[in-house]
């Protein structure tokens, strides 16, 4: 057999030459100039001549992670100046996604004389021009999709417009780019934010985003920041995975569930070294999390065994419009067809969240249904809707009718044969050479042949399968499928995973699924 290493260049299907280049430990002297945003000096000078002239500044961001990291950047970047600037998150049910006409008169009756949009504004054409005509100014630091028409803001970043690459970042990560350019140096911090948000935002780890991304982890290895290891747990590995698992949905569950002036907390939390303001913004974000799950498991707990026999799923819940994404697609997971799930907002309302995979665009059934839709957003497999209930109906008829004709495609997924023996910390570092893993650049399956079932181990409560391998590997099968022991032998396949328990370290292989034989 070949070697480990072999194996993996062959998965990614690299030759000796680009692998050599592939580990080189990137800096941020490696990273692109901040120059490549065409319109970056206009920007940069434009806010230091605003802060020369003492103008009201506020940031205007998003609920997600990304938005909320973009914010926390944009507001370190200023205070980092000695300069007040305020900030602004949009209330998902009451504001929606963007900045509105509402807003920007209650900012103008405040006195705000600029408002920075970060995470959203480059699709906002009135809103802009309505500013402009009431004498303010605009700057916009955005990642999404650009109309054909731009807004009419002297002032723009985004990563396509702006012609700093072919491959899209986060908003996070262009706020970043912006603050080296303000500040006049790479700030470390900023930099794990905006790694922070890239991972959230499943933004392709390749070219720059890979290398900020590297960046970002070694400088949180390094400086071990307290309000990001918090959230993180002191027992985990600091690695891309456990920043999307175990970071990211805690930070995306504020914006999901708090819709009152608690959620500026949230900046607050990524703007201060005061452990014990960090301690009890930690328990917060932690029991506002810890709701979030619990919501998500009630509402994934209903019945739906009405649509066993349905090509795909559209239900009402009476849930918190921010979970409705979560649970469609824990549904879509469960049940493999497309998922719509709702819920009522006023005036007869519905607002909610579609989920699909391979087969079924989003985008090309809000066109099919577009008829009964008040407004839509989002990409091949998820989106964001709204329509009024009066259309339910004859939308549901839609939703089922489309899902007939674009059923699921399913892909096979490409592994890499292992023995027993091959599960070492060794290989794990080998591994890890290869990453940080996420979109674009994904953590390879592996396969282990002939397990005799009779040598699973399981764990006091018998509801995991831990079985020692050697002194320092374990099989690892979380809630396992009774179904695993029908057979005398089976196929595992799952992946690496370093443990770190009491300064001991092991290496485990985490089954995810199994092949009777």
């Given at each position: ?320 419009e921010g979970i409705c994404g979560l649970i469609a697609n824990k549904l879509v997971s469960e049940f493999n067809k497309p ?90 570092y080998t591994l890890s050479l290869f990453g940080p893993f996420g979109q674009g650049n994904k953590n390879p399956l592996f ?71």
């Open positions: 057999m070949k070697t480990f290493l072999d194996r993996l260049k062959e998965y990614y299907k690299i030759d000796d030459f680009e692998f050599n280049e592939l580990i080189k430990e990137p800096s941020f002297s490696s990273l692109p100039s901040s120059k490549r945003f065409s319109n970056i000096d206009k920007v940069v000078e434009f806010l230091k001549d605003s802060i020369k002239n003492n103008k009201k500044i506020l940031i205007y961001g998003d609920y997600d992670c990304d938005g909320i990291m973009s914010i926390s950047i944009i507001y370190n970047m200023f205070k980092k100046e000695g300069f007040p600037v305020g900030f602004y998150i949009p209330n998902r049910e009451k504001d929606g996604y963007g900045l509105t006409i509402n807003n920007i008169n209650r900012f103008h009756a405040l006195g705000y004389e600029v408002i920075i949009c970060v995470d959203n504004g480059i699709t906002l054409i009135d809103e802009i021009n309505y500013l402009n005509s009431l004498g303010m100014e605009s700057v916009i630091l955005d990642h999404h999709h650009a109309l054909n028409e731009l807004p009419a803001s002297k002032y723009i970043l985004h990563p396509v417009v702006s012609g700093f690459g072919q491959i899209n970042m986060s908003a996070g990560e262009v706020c970043f780019y912006l603050s080296r350019e303000f500040l006049g140096y790479d700030d470390e911090y900023l930099c794990t934010l905006a790694m922070i948000s890239t991972i959230s935002d499943l933004m392709e780890l390749k070219s720059y985003n890979r290398d900020l991304v590297k960046i970002g982890l070694k400088c949180l290895k390094e400086n071990k920041y307290i309000n990001i290891m918090r959230l993180l747990g002191e027992d985990k590995e600091i690695i891309s995975e456990n920043i999307g698992s175990f970071v990211a949905p805690k930070i995306n569950a504020i914006g999901r569930i708090v819709n009152d002036e608690k959620i500026y907390g949230i900046v607050r939390y990524f703007a201060t070294d005061d452990e014990n303001k960090i301690s009890a913004r930690a328990e917060w974000i932690e029991e506002v999390n810890e709701e979030r799950k619990l919501m998500t498991f009630e509402a994934t707990n209903e019945d739906y065994s009405l649509f066993e026999n349905q090509n795909a799923i559209i239900k009402i819940l009476d849930i918190n998922v719509i799930i709702l819920t009522k907002a006023s005036n007869g309302i519905l607002k909610g969240s579609i989920r699909a995979k391979n087969g079924f665009d989003v985008n090309k059934f809000f066109s099919f249904s577009s008829e009964y839709l008040l407004s839509y957003g989002g990409h091949s497999m998820a989106g964001g809707l709204v329509l009024l209930q009066k259309d339910f109906d004859n939308f549901s008829k839609k939703f089922l009718e489309y899902s007939e004709h674009h059923k699921f495609i399913c892909v096979e997924e490409d592994f890499i044969n292992i023995n027993l023996n091959e599960i070492t910390k060794e290989n794990y396969k282990i042949d002939n397990f005799k079932t009779s040598e699973f181990q399981y764990s006091k409560d018998k509801k995991h399968i831990i079985t020692k391998v050697t002194m320092n590997s374990n099989l690892v099968y979380f809630s396992y499928d009774e179904k695993i022991n029908l057979s005398k032998n089976v196929s595992l396949l799952g992946h690496f995973s370093i443990n770190n328990y009491k300064g001991y370290q092991s290496c485990q292989f985490i089954i995810n699924s199994f092949e009777n034989k």
